[in-house]
């Protein structure tokens, strides 16, 4: 299958040294461009972000300071990229919230004019969220191949996911049956330090913004 494009579109991923849009810095960045006639170009960089990359994230990506720091800057980079990107729609996972306005940033920091206005974007990440739904219901169908009846009812959806996790431990092996594993292993993201989950403890034991990317 091919896309149907009335113009190119370029997919893009950063890799960067956090997930604070305004503060962090892209130390990777890859580009798929693919025009109307099917054809592609790639290119991807590695970027040396001017600022320290910490441990946690390069834990994450595998990208540290001595790994880019002989590496071109983004305003060493701009000028190409901005060029590559011209006239394109874009697309990423989860870019609408992170990948398009933090690449927005680092082109404001060099002085290099980048406005939505006559582009689209497509996020791969809301479209899949919105076909393939994370409710109770769906997961009581997917689990148990059962229609979740009076769905919203405290006694039914209690019901509902109870059956659901037992469901859960008995098709996947590496689940133990025991709430003390059940309790780490359903954590997002790790240990949180408040019960909303915007704060967790990072591998040092200090608190650490667990949302973003």
């Known amino acids: ?8 579109i370029v997919f893009f991923d950063l890799e960067t040294t956090g997930v604070q849009v305004a503060k962090d810095r892209i130390v990777e960045i890859s580009i ?23 441990e946690e994230t390069t834990a994450i990506h595998g990208i540290s300071d001595e ?3 002989n590496e071109p800057t983004f305003a060493q980079l701009a000028t190409e990229i901005s060029e590559l990107i011209h ?16 690449i927005a940033e680092e082109f404001l920091r060099v002085d290099i004019d980048f406005n939505m206005d006559n582009r689209k974007a497509v996020d791969i990440q809301n479209i899949f969220h919105k076909m393939e739904q994370r409710t109770l219901i769906a997961a009581y169908k997917f689990y148990c191949d059962k229609d979740l009846t009076n769905a919203h009812s405290a006694e039914a959806d ?19 049956n ?3 594993f059940l309790s780490e292993f359903s954590q997002r993201g790790g ?17 650490v913004l667990s949302f973003g990317k």
């Open 87 to 102: 006239n394109c729609d874009l697309a990423g996972y989860n870019s609408n919230k992170f990948d398009i306005p933090l």
């Open 158 to 176: 209690t019901t509902a996911t109870y059956e659901v996790l037992l469901s859960q431990l008995d098709r996947y092996d590496e689940l133990e």
């Open 32 to 54: 798929l461009k693919v025009l109307p006639n099917g054809n592609k170009e790639s290119k991807t960089w590695l970027v040396n972000p001017t600022i320290p990359i910490p």
């Open 1 to 8: 299958m091919n896309l149907k494009l009335e113009k190119p």
């Open 191 to 207: 240990k949180f330090a408040d019960m909303a989950g915007f704060v967790r403890f990072n591998e040092k034991g200090e608190e």
């Open 178 to 180: 025991n709430v003390n």
């Open 67 to 69: 790994k880019v720091a």
